[in-house]
Nanobody, 119 residues
């Protein structure tokens, strides 16, 4: 019932910026947390940034001060602003939405968007 679609990835030079978007369609109910994950070739998927239902945020240490997670409820869209990009940020980035409604848990993922940072 819910579909997440990421966009905004691309190829940028080190030091550049990108803003990823995650558009959600369908009805979203109950308390939920949104997050951005990334996965580079040969590496496990890691949590980059997360926002709890109450608005609190957590970031991967290596992106603190450079990345910002946000949410626009009016547009039903989540964002990840990425500044001062480094080659090590190169990965496929995924949007994730988890929550519970009426004692039932849900877990949705987007298809991913490629971010490539050149030296």
């Amino acid at each position: 019932q819910v579909k997440l679609v990421e966009s905004g990835g691309g190829l940028v030079q080190a030091g550049g910026s990108l803003r990823l978007s995650c558009a959600a369609s369908g009805s979203i109910f109950g308390s939920n947390a949104m997050a951005w994950y990334r996965q580079a070739p040969g590496k496990q998927r890691e949590l980059v940034a997360a926002m709890a239902s109450g608005g609190s945020t957590d970031y991967l240490d290596s992106v603190k001060g450079r990345f910002t997670i946000s949410r626009d409820n009016a547009k039903n869209t989540a964002y990840l602003q990425m500044n001062s990009l480094k080659p090590e940020d190169t990965a496929v980035y995924y949007c994730n939405l988890k929550g519970v409604v009426r004692a039932l848990a849900y877990d949705y993922w987007g298809q991913g968007t490629q971010v490539t940072v050149s030296s």
